[in-house]
């Protein structure tokens, strides 16, 4: 009797042992590959609780979210012959557990290497200006160029981004001087086209005044009321220079000898050309009749006096 129940008691210790080795619990966001005596089997085991043969299948996890993987930065030189350093992040998730567990060894350290090698690849082919304004086409490069490898291990790839993009400082410093140079030049055109339109409209308002002469007296006296009401001391009035040219030639018609400011009376003489003549000197011999050469003194108009 003692002797089957240290049997029974024996067996039932086995029964535990066994239960506990085969009954494994699979969570939800992880699927489980069983290797049965080294073979995979297709079967994958779902969540939950899920049994083995004891001693001869092992089983794998396999993590099916998605995994964000950074991407080292890279240095590389651009088409355009400019060294860059660029770093990129990974979005990727396992589709078929099976072919990740056998077809790949390590499939994210894989896809790691794979990354850094396309976005050297990309940087490469790309020129600077399109790292740094057209980085979708670049992430969709990125994301073919990631897929090609990783389909066949089971691996899909949800999205690749580029995160930053590293200048030298002698590059930074030239960008900054050409944006400077472009914003220089946007505000010349923007003024020189305002001024084109002001000058535009103040063609057209000239054109109306002239048509209408009332409508610039009325101008005028809403000029002085602006300038009234900022309570200063001193108003500036305009004077039209018309009315002074008016005075002005009433004042000469009345009296020629008031001279017209700006109004020449005449024309002036043009200059005659006047024959060049010798210097006098005291040696020059002038002509003389003989009778006023013996003339005397008194004769000459010239007196004697002792």
Same mark, same amino acid.
């Given at each position: 009797?003692? *002797?089957?129940?240290? =049997?029974? %008691? ?10 506990? +080795?085969? /009954?494994? #619990? ?55 012959? *400019?060294?860059?350093? =660029?770093? %990129? ?10 072919? +990740?567990? /056998?077809? #790949? ?59 930053? =993009? ?12 050409? +944006? ?17 339109q002001a000058s535009k409209k103040l063609s057209q308002a000239a054109a109306a005044m002239t048509a ?63 024959p060049d003549r010798a210097p006098a000197t005291d040696e020059q011999n002038f002509d003389m009749a ?17």
């Open positions: 009797m003692d *002797v089957l129940l240290f =049997v029974l %008691a024996t067996l039932l210790v086995f029964i535990v042992v066994g239960l506990s +080795a085969s /009954v494994r #619990v699979v969570k939800q966001i992880e699927r489980g590959v069983v290797f049965r005596l080294g073979r995979a089997q297709p079967e994958v085991r779902r969540p939950g609780p899920t049994m083995l043969i004891p001693f001869a299948d092992r089983m794998r996890r396999v993590n099916m979210q998605v995994v964000t993987m950074p991407v080292p930065a890279q240095d590389g030189i651009t088409r355009d012959n *400019v060294t860059v350093r =660029v770093d %990129a992040v990974v979005y990727f998730r396992v589709m078929d557990p099976v072919r +990740a567990v /056998v077809e #790949v060894q390590d499939y994210q350290y894989a896809i790691s290497q794979v990354a850094q090698t396309s976005l050297r690849s990309i940087i490469g082919k790309s020129e600077l200006d399109d790292l740094l304004s057209d980085r979708e086409r670049l992430n969709q490069g990125l994301e073919v160029m990631l897929d090609s490898p990783a389909v066949p291990w089971g691996i899909e790839i949800d999205r690749v981004e580029i995160k930053d =993009v590293a200048l030298p400082e002698a590059m930074k410093r030239s960008m900054s001087r050409q +944006a400077e140079a472009e914003r220089e030049r946007r505000s010349r055109v923007i003024t020189a086209d305002g001024e084109y209408t002469p009332g409508a610039l007296q009325l101008r005028l006296m809403q000029t002085m009321v602006e300038v009234a009401a900022e309570r200063n001391s001193t108003l500036v009035l305009p004077f039209p220079v018309e009315l002074l040219r008016y005075f002005e030639a009433a004042a000469h018609a009345a009296d020629p000898a008031v001279p017209r400011a700006g109004i020449p009376d005449r024309e002036p003489a043009r200059e005659e050309s006047v003989p009778d006023a050469v013996r003339a005397p003194p008194d004769q000459l108009g010239m007196s004697h006096v002792e």
